[in-house]
């Protein structure tokens, strides 16, 4: 425990006719937890918590939220306040570093990324591998691991070269993420340039061929550096734990990202961004007002959900789906850029949020109800959502890694089980079998 940690008066646990002294303590925003870390010696019982639905795994100081109150803050910072006065690769830097950066050294930070953000050449043909129509997450999680095979980790991480490694990371999971697209498309790659800044940088390597130049237009560049800053953390969400469990083997950091990835990709997690789309096309394309899809999400035997809808913290609101729609709204406003399924999103919000199903189970739209339409109107193709979602979570995912590692003793994660299998039973010979 650190000092930062309140003790509260210790709870009692009785089992039997025995009772047991539990600490508790108080972190700096009010929350209150009961810490277990000697119940089994104490007791000989564990705890069941399916999903870790009520376990803290960690101190942490990076990103607080409430649920309830539908608070997000990176380092301190309320999300809302950097969303607008912020870019991506200064909170790339808040999340890494603990504090704003000073001017230089945000130019420094910029630098090392610029200069990171090459990868190897010979990794280029590993592209050439991937089979036509491959998931881009699968080639992300993939190149990414194989990142380990190109720049090996020094046995002794100083914190010098630590930072390197995750400037590297940080800049060239862009990279990695543009040349799958192009790939993907059978166009030739396009480098990174210095010129250009982080997020440029990306939709330049995404959208420029060599017979085309791409006119950067601000209000999609300002759009996605957002979307980035909105993913860059959200505490110990399911592939930030991923990323804390495979770094708790101490595993290379590569690998470790590799796992962060792997984990995003499901629909019930990162991958809801495109499964959100695809909805909403679904919907357009039959001509319906989206009651259908309603019904069946709400139907106990479908096993369909809303998608984008619901959250394991957000119980009230999600304060991304906040400023994401409201940056949606501002952009499909431009001229020439309106979406018809920005009109069925928001009448799909408005009848769920009325519905007494979504009410009683406190379900609202989360941060991939809206993001999809952003990205559509950047003209980013539906499978590389998610690979979006990875390019801007990956400072998050670092800074975990970093602060598990700096932590006073790394615990390797290994959750225990209750046993419900077959007990002990005696092995029968192949033809004795029933
Ligand atoms: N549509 C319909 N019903 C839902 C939905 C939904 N989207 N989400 C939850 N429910 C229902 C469940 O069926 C359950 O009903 P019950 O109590 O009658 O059994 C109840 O609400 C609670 O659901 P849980 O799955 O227990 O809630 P949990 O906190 O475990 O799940 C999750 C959260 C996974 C996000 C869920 O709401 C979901 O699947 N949403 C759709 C997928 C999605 O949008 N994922 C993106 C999350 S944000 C992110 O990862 C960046």
């Not at 995003?264 to 899809?293: C, S, Y």
Request: charge should be negative; charged fraction near 25%.
């Amino acid at each position: 425990m650190t000092d930062k940690l309140q003790p509260l008066h210790p709870a009692t646990l009785t089992l039997g006719d025995k009772s047991y002294s539990l600490p508790t303590c108080e972190g700096v925003e009010g929350e209150k937890a009961i810490d277990i870390s000697k119940l089994r010696a104490q007791t000989g019982y564990i705890t069941l918590d399916e999903g870790y639905v009520n376990t803290g795994a960690c101190e942490s100081a990076i990103t607080y939220i409430d649920g309830d109150k539908g608070i997000l803050r990176y380092r301190g910072y309320a999300i809302e306040e950097l969303a607008e006065k912020s870019r991506f690769v200064e909170v790339a830097y808040l999340l890494l570093h603990g504090e704003l950066p000073q001017k230089e050294q945000l130019l420094q930070f910029s630098t090392r990324l610029n200069e990171s953000s090459i990868i190897h050449e010979d990794m280029h043909h590993f592209f050439n591998g991937f089979p036509r129509g491959s998931h881009p997450m699968g080639i992300l999680a993939t190149m990414v691991a194989s990142l380990s095979t190109f720049y090996p980790i020094p046995d002794e991480l100083d914190d010098a070269t630590e930072i390197q490694i995750v400037a590297n990371l940080v800049s060239q999971v862009r990279t990695i993420a543009a040349f799958s697209y192009k790939k993907s498309i059978g166009e030739p790659l396009i480098y990174p340039s210095y010129k250009l800044k982080y997020t440029r940088n990306f939709l330049n390597m995404m959208f420029a061929s060599p017979v085309r130049d791409y006119e950067l237009d601000e209000d999609i560049v300002r759009a996605i550096d957002m979307f980035f800053i909105l993913h860059a953390d959200h505490e110990q969400n399911c592939s930030t734990s991923s990323v804390r469990t495979a770094g708790s083997s101490l595993a290379n950091v590569y690998a470790v990202a590799s796992a962060g990835i792997c984990a995003l990709w499901g629909p019930r997690h990162g991958g809801a961004n495109q499964e959100v789309i695809q909805m909403l096309e679904k919907i357009h394309a039959e001509g319906g007002d989206g009651t259908e899809f309603i019904n069946q999400a709400k139907d106990k035997n479908s096993p369909s959900r809303l998608m984008g809808f619901g959250h394991r913290v957000y119980k009230n609101f999600d304060p991304r789906a906040v400023v994401l729609k409201k940056q949606c709204d501002k952009l499909l406003n431009k001229a020439g850029m309106t979406d018809p399924l920005f009109d069925i999103a928001r009448r799909l919000e408005e009848c769920a949020l009325k519905d007494d199903y979504f009410i009683s189970r406190k379900l609202y739209p989360n941060v991939d109800f809206y993001s999809g339409l952003i990205l559509r109107a950047a003209g980013i193709p539906t499978n590389m959502f998610t690979v979006l979602f990875a390019i801007g979570r990956m400072p998050g995912w670092l800074a975990h890694w970093r602060e598990m590692l700096h932590s006073k003793q790394v615990t390797i994660t290994r959750p225990r089980q209750i046993y419900v299998g077959e007990t002990l039973r005696a092995y029968q010979d192949i033809d004795q079998r029933s």
